[in-house]
């Protein structure tokens, strides 16, 4: 297919263990490398808590753990970590299973249908402490990352509401993405555009793309039908923003060496969605999409 560079979804934590060792990242990037493939950003199951999020008691060791995975990951030129600062329920959807062009399968978020019939979690946070507690971050670990020449980038809250469950959200606009580059003027402190989150806020994507611009060190290449309260995954070529606007708009302001994925795929014939949105025949279709939006960007 072409593709050389390899992002990293996979890393779990467990078993005792709160952070990945060198020789951890060591194996997993030889075992990439073994099959040609470069590992050019981690994210997902990166070493953060939320109590690192929340700005509680015992943040300072567990960021301290985060430095050193930072250090780590320079160590061993892995270029991009992608973070996150969604408090207690991560990554939200209500259905995974929403029909879409010829039988394919993909998901869905209706906020009328989040916690229905059940409680949320029990976090009790206000909006300024969760914006308190990134800040307090970014001071901290933002120098090591420099140091380390590790690009951090930071992933819009999804779906981006201002609460999910009667917790707060703050990562939902390009308002607070600018007050994130403020808080700490650096290259280093980015942003993962999730383009699929970014029209969930209504934004013209091709503008916001080219106001960001070298501050996007990783990007997520999707969309959705709808909007923050109630949306549907498309496939790449199907949803109702202009992909090649978008493609344009990265060919004329973000780096080169940036990496992008296709993020959420729709799951086809054949394949069980036993993991809904990253089953490999609809990432085919869109690499092999993304790739013709980029051949026609750069003429």
């Not at 690192?52 to 160590?75: A, N, P």
């Not at 600018?178 to 209504?202: K, P, W």
């Not at 869109?286 to 980029?294: D, H, S």
Request: net charge negative.
């Amino acid at each position: 297919m072409g593709v050389e560079n390899a992002v990293v979804h996979t890393l779990e934590i467990g078993d005792g263990k709160t952070t990945w060792s060198y020789h951890d990242l060591l194996h997993l990037k030889n075992w990439y490398e073994d099959a040609g493939l470069d590992v050019n950003v981690i994210e997902g199951s990166v070493p953060l808590t939320d109590r690192v999020r929340l700005g509680m008691e015992g943040r300072d060791e567990d960021i301290e753990e985060f430095k050193e995975f930072i250090r780590h990951c320079g160590q061993l030129d892995i270029p991009v970590v992608c973070y996150d600062w969604m408090v207690g329920i991560r990554w939200a959807r209500t259905e995974a299973h929403v029909e879409a062009r010829g039988g394919s399968l993909v998901t869905a978020y209706s906020n009328d249908r989040m916690h229905r019939g059940r409680a949320g979690p029990a976090i009790d946070a206000s909006r300024e402490q969760i914006w308190d507690a990134l800040e307090y971050f970014l001071q901290e670990v933002t120098p090591v990352a420099e140091a380390a020449g590790v690009k951090l980038g930071l992933h819009p809250d999804d779906p981006p509401r201002e609460s999910v469950g009667g917790v707060p959200r703050i990562i939902n606009s390009p308002e607070a993405y600018q007050r994130v580059l403020d808080s700490y003027d650096s290259e280093h402190n980015g942003i993962t555009f999730c383009q699929g989150n970014f029209a969930a806020m209504g934004v013209d994507l091709p503008e916001t793309i080219r106001r960001f611009g070298n501050r996007i060190n990783f990007v997520h290449f999707r969309d959705v039908e709808g909007d923050a309260d109630d949306f549907v995954e498309t496939w790449h070529d199907e949803g109702p923003r202009d992909m090649l606007a978008a493609m344009e708009a990265y060919q004329d302001a973000v780096d080169d060496d940036v990496v992008m994925r296709p993020d959420h795929v729709p799951t086809m014939v054949g394949e069980d969605n036993s993991n809904p949105g990253y089953h490999t025949k609809g990432r085919l279709f869109a690499v092999g999409y993304m790739r013709g939006l980029l051949e026609q960007a750069q003429r």
